[in-house]
């Protein structure tokens, strides 16, 4: 599970782990619309609200949340199937999601992903371009909560600081691989 606030660079380091490493990426379902370059399936799986409630109360998510006024969560049954194939899932949700995947995969690996200070992650936020200036700040408002709660939980086996991006991939990557060896 690679989790960390919003802006801090997940996406692209899973993105880069994968390729290094082979794990495959499990696609979470969401309720936004995409952005630029994003694809449905790839990306995300875009569906509908009433679509995507059908889901929580069938129990088909391994966890969900809402955030920012938008549900999204990790459809269970892709993550057990590649799982139950042998193959190493990697996971790119949020600190609420983690401690949900906590509860009912206490195997899985947790590494949280952090910003190198607070300025750097409105930059990225704010170069993303994908939110007004309200609704930036509203996302560093949770990003400051998230990483004062997350940083403390003890919910984390490793902790990442995503300052250089080869540097951060290089040491999700030996994560990967050592848990990898040890399973």
């Keep these: ?29 969401t309720t936004r619309r995409p952005r630029a370059g994003e694809a449905d399936g790839r990306d995300y799986r875009f569906v509908d609200r009433n679509t ?23 459809p269970r049954g892709a993550v057990n199937e590649a799982v139950a194939s042998g193959k190493t899932v990697v996971m790119d949700i949020d600190v609420q999601g983690a401690r949900q995947v906590r509860e009912r995969a206490a195997d899985a690996t947790f590494v949280l992903l952090l910003p190198p200070d607070e300025e750097e992650l409105a930059r990225r936020l704010r170069e993303r371009g994908s939110e007004d200036e309200p609704a930036m700040l509203r ?6 909560k998230e990483i004062a709660a997350a940083a403390d939980s003890g919910l984390y086996d490793h902790h990442v600081v995503n300052d250089e991006l080869e540097t951060a991939v290089g040491q999700v990557v030996e994560i990967v691989q050592q848990e990898c060896g040890r399973r």
């Design 1 to 29: 599970m690679i989790t960390g606030p919003s802006g801090v660079g997940k996406s692209t380091v899973v993105a880069e782990v994968r390729k290094r490493t082979g794990a495959v990426y499990s696609v979470s379902a």
């Design 52 to 74: 995507f409630e059908k889901m929580i109360a069938g129990g088909e998510l391994l966890e969900w949340a809402e955030i920012y006024g938008e549900y999204y969560g990790t």
């Design 139 to 144: 996302r560093l408002h949770e990003a400051r």
